[in-house]
């Protein structure tokens, strides 16, 4: 086992999307170096030293060096666990890396902004958690339940068998690859976090508050359908309205442009205030929820609040309380967990504040479309033209590196945005033109599904039948053993997928440790089922 492989075991990763609230995390790989081999992505950047400058904060460069840095790494991990690493694998990556260390460069500069400082003392503690918890992990590997009871002795002597190495060299590799500045912001990062939340305190009041759910109306008027200026001055007027005591249930059938709940009255879905709101399509914003808490009593309207959406007014037609039976009995128990998702929550909003407030110019299309691509996921941001600006910068990414396979991921990210605004036939054509640059077995398999859709079936088999050629993916294959199965009977071409997909589910249980025998007091069986004895 190489000591990249068990590095990465090592060390955990938080790699999370920016959806609804963002979540960021420092990924390890930031100060832990994994060698220096060259890849096709910089290579190009040499060609063009400007690919080199991912974007600009406050005039503040931000290298790709990073990024390079983390693709490369990822693909050595795949290599050695025999896994594909080609275009598809690759755009997930980047659709999380990408907007990770974006928000990366937001948090570090607030966190500079806010005075943070981390001692030697800190970084040296701190720098030795991560050489002991990569030894550590050594130790799990080798002795798996022992592994706390084995000395470094036995360490010693395990790794020069198995990785040719003494515990004296492992350490120094470790620690000779650990970027102390990465390391030092990293902490800095994590001790704004701790700052921001432990300012989080709930009194008795507040506390029961949040075992309320309130019903409320509201009226949308919408901003893309009049300029803003408009539709902030229409709102305006049907609030005067509303609280002048006209029907709030009428003025939202005859004002609202919210299709949903206009012939409703506006009325929307009970809001919990002990419960984060999971977002997605059809939930309330942000601002939306947070308005409506605020309102104690039923009848009160809220002021005029703007949304992505538009301008928004509320009315709430009920409030309940509805604490749990043992809520005076356990109450600092509640007070803790609610005390922690808020924290949870306050901390998203700073990284919403952040990621708004932003002012970053980017050079890298290819960073600027999955700064927007993840946006797009975003409830509080208009999918649509977040969507738009994404697929502009995929766009500029493949005309600017149109013979090489460079851009083989934008292809893929800016296919499936196509194919989402409802153009099929233009996504299919631009996977055939990114497939004349690069080749890809799950590229085929989108390609063959669109044809399929499209009615386009001699097409559609045509890029199955190349997807099976191609590629020794076996998760691909798994799904062409269906389609020649039942979409496109193939008696062969389905053998063969699933001969493939058997090797590997044969080598993945090949490689599974075997299962402890059980020991049974009093004499239990031997194998065989011959009775145990002496």
């Known amino acids: ?118 001692s030697r003392r800190e970084l040296n503690e701190e720098y030795k958690k991560l050489v002991n918890a990569q030894l550590d992990q050594y130790r799990e590997l080798f002795f798996g339940k022992d592994a706390a009871k084995k000395s470094d002795r036995d360490l010693d002597r395990e790794l020069k068998q198995r990785v040719q190495k003494s515990l004296r060299d492992v350490r120094r590799e470790i620690e000779s690859g650990i970027d102390r500045d990465a390391l030092r912001a990293e902490l800095m990062a994590r001790k704004f976090q701790q700052s921001v939340q432990s300012k989080v305190q709930l009194s008795d009041s507040a506390l029961r508050d949040l075992y309320r759910t309130v019903t409320v109306r509201h009226i949308l008027i919408s901003s893309s359908k009049r300029p803003e200026a408009s539709a902030r001055k229409r709102a305006e007027e049907v609030l005067a309205k509303a609280k002048a005591g006209k029907d709030f249930a009428k003025l939202a059938r005859e004002f609202s442009d919210d299709p949903a709940t206009a012939s409703a009255g506006g009325l929307l879905p009970p809001i919990q205030g002990s419960q984060t709101p999971a977002g997605g399509f059809g939930a309330p914003s942000q601002g939306v929820r947070k308005a409506a808490l605020r309102l104690k009593k039923p009848g009160d309207i809220s002021e005029v609040i703007q949304t992505p959406q538009g301008f928004e007014i509320l009315k709430m037609e009920s409030s309940k309380l509805d604490l749990p039976p043992d809520f005076d009995k356990k109450k600092e128990d509640y007070r803790k967990e609610q005390q922690k998702r808020l924290a949870d929550e306050t901390w998203g909003q700073v990284l919403e504040r952040l990621r708004k407030d932003a002012k970053i110019e980017f050079v890298n299309p290819e960073f600027e479309a999955y700064w927007w691509l993840a946006q797009s996921y975003n409830p509080d941001v208009d999918v649509r033209k977040a969507l738009e600006k994404a697929a502009a910068a995929f766009d500029r990414h493949i005309k600017a590196n149109p013979d090489s396979s460079v851009a083989d991921t934008s292809y893929v990210q800016l296919a499936r945005i196509l194919h989402m605004q409802g153009k099929t036939k233009e996504a299919a054509a631009l996977l055939e033109k990114g497939l004349e640059r690069f080749e890809d077995g799950y590229v085929r398999l989108d390609l063959a599904r669109l044809y399929d859709s499209l009615g386009q079936k001699d097409k559609a088999l045509e890029h199955y039948r190349m997807a099976s050629e191609v590629t020794a993916d076996w998760m691909v294959h798994m799904q062409l053993q269906q389609v020649f199965e039942s979409r496109f009977p193939d008696k062969s071409l389905a053998e063969k997928s699933k001969q493939i997909v058997d090797r590997e589910m044969e080598r993945q249980r090949a490689m ?21 004895g002496r």
Request: charged content about 30%.
């Open 1 to 118: 086992m190489s000591i990249i492989k068990i590095r990465e075991q090592a060390v955990k990763k938080l790699m999370v999307p920016i959806v609804g609230v963002l979540l960021v995390a420092f990924l390890v790989s930031v100060f832990v170096g994994f060698g220096s081999s060259r890849m096709h992505e910089r290579e190009q950047a040499e060609k063009q030293p400007e690919l080199y400058v991912a974007f600009k904060l406050d005039g503040k460069t931000v290298s790709t060096e990073e990024y390079f840095r983390q693709l490369e790494q990822t693909r050595e991990r795949l290599r050695e666990q025999r896994q594909p690493y080609g275009a598809t694998q690759m755009a997930e990556l980047k659709k999380q890396l990408i907007p990770s260390l974006v928000m990366r460069e937001l948090v570090l500069r607030e966190a500079e902004r806010s005075d943070i400082k981390v």
């Open 512 to 532: 599974q440790p075997a299962p402890a025998a059980k020991e049974k007091q009093g004499g239990g069986e031997a194998p065989g089922g011959k009775k145990g």
